[in-house]
């Protein structure tokens, strides 16, 4: 069974602090790596995808990719209440695309 | 450009009942798919297409059937509705197994 694990939270973090999301994933073929944040009752909207082992850096968004370790995660830097939502991270091996429950992130003005 | 579009955004059902979620995409994607999800639950798989004429079976293909006649459709069919189908149903479509996913709005379900 392919699995994606996040811990489902709440994680609360306070207004322009840092908050780091986590992703473990079993498949060892991934090939591509995903974060989706998905406010309540809307869609989830695609906001880092990462391929290569190493960072990725957009706007204040960091993703971090460990292939080695099966791990990847997700930084917000100086969060703001606007992030307070669900972050999925999905997994993608070959058109077979795995989600996590998803962490529930709350920044706190 | 709407992306991807799906209807009804909601509906509630009878045990028993059938009926048609839509969706539609105006990107040219080749790519197509139907995920459910249910409260405190990662989005699971129904049914994917890589292209017209193609579909295949997801994780949670029982109870669901569906059609891709053209690049743009792709209809899921509930036929006997259950109440454990009830949850909230996505579809996404993409270009490329690069990208991510580009979701419609989702079509909330109860079955009672």
């Known amino acids: 069974q392919k699995e994606v694990e996040q811990n489902s939270g709440p994680l609360s973090v306070p207004e322009g602090a840092i908050a780091s999301l986590n992703c473990t994933y079993s498949?060892?073929?991934?090939?591509?790596f995903f974060w989706y944040r998905q406010y309540s009752g809307k869609s989830p909207e695609l906001i880092m995808s990462i391929y290569s082992n190493g960072d990725k850096e957009d706007g204040r968004f960091t993703a971090q990719l460990n292939k080695a370790s099966q791990y990847v995660s997700l930084l917000i830097r100086d969060s703001q209440p606007s992030d307070s939502a669900t972050y999925l991270c999905?997994?993608?091996?070959?058109?077979?695309?795995?989600f996590g429950a998803g962490t529930r992130l709350t920044v706190k003005p | 450009n709407a992306g991807v579009t799906q209807t009804p955004k909601f509906r509630i059902l009878k045990i028993g009942q059938s009926m048609t979620l839509q969706c539609t995409q105006d990107?040219?994607?080749?790519?197509m798919y139907w995920y459910r999800q249910d409260p405190g639950m990662g989005l699971k798989l129904i049914y994917y297409?890589?292209?017209?004429?193609?579909?295949d079976k997801g994780e949670v293909p029982n109870g669901y059937n569906v059609s891709r006649s053209t690049t743009e459709d792709f209809p899921l069919r509930l036929e006997l509705a259950a109440p454990s189908q009830t949850s909230v149903y996505f579809c996404a479509s993409i270009q490329t197994q690069t990208y991510g996913y580009t979701f419609g709005s989702g079509t909330r379900l109860t079955v009672v």
């Open positions: 990107m040219n994607h080749n790519y």
């Open positions: 498949d060892r073929g991934s090939q591509s």
């Open positions: 999905a997994v993608n091996n070959n058109n077979d695309m795995r």
């Open positions: 297409s890589v292209g017209a004429g193609i579909t």
